[in-house]
Structure formats: C-alpha cells, structure tokens
C-alpha cells in the first residue's frame, strides 16, 4: 500500500496494487474508487481532503498539516 497527499489539488490517493485502473466510481462525494479487470480495488482518491477532514477527523492535524505544507508530497 502507498498513501500520498498532492497538497496543491488537496488530494489523498490510497494505492492499494499496481494493476491497471479500468473503471472508476465515485462511492460518494469528492471519494472515488479505482478498480482494475477484475473488480478489485486499485486505489482510493479523496478530494479535497484537508479542507474536508482536517477538523473531524485529525483533532491533531495542525502537526501533520504542518509537515504537509513543508514538503511537496508525503508518502508513506
């Protein structure tokens, strides 16, 4: 798995296999999911993903934000 973070499209990608991606869908607003031949999934997006969940989800995301704006993309 490999999680990266595009801080000037605010967008998280979650990157679960190398496999073509042949479809997407988005499951609900501004989260869309990536699917190779065989239906599973490749990857999760998340758009503008500080601006929507810094605050419900992170309670200490002023310390990860922080880092985030200091480099150009994080991986993990």
């Known amino acids: 798995m490999k999680i ?6 605010d967008v ?3 990157k679960f296999s190398d496999n ?4 997407s869908e988005e499951k609900e607003r501004n989260v ?3 699917y ?5 999934i490749v990857g999760i997006e998340i758009l503008y993903f500080v601006k929507k969940y810094k ?3 992170f ?3 002023k310390e990860i934000e922080k880092i985030v704006w200091e ?3 994080i991986t993990a």
Not at 36 to 40: A, G, H, T
């Open 36 to 40: 190779d031949n065989e239906d599973n």
């Open 12 to 14: 998280l990608y979650i």
């Open 4 to 9: 990266t973070y595009d801080k000037e499209a």
């Open 59 to 61: 309670p200490v995301f």
């Open 32 to 34: 869309v999911f990536d």
């Open 71 to 73: 480099t150009d993309v």
């Open 20 to 23: 073509k991606i042949v479809d």
């Open 55 to 57: 605050k419900e989800v």
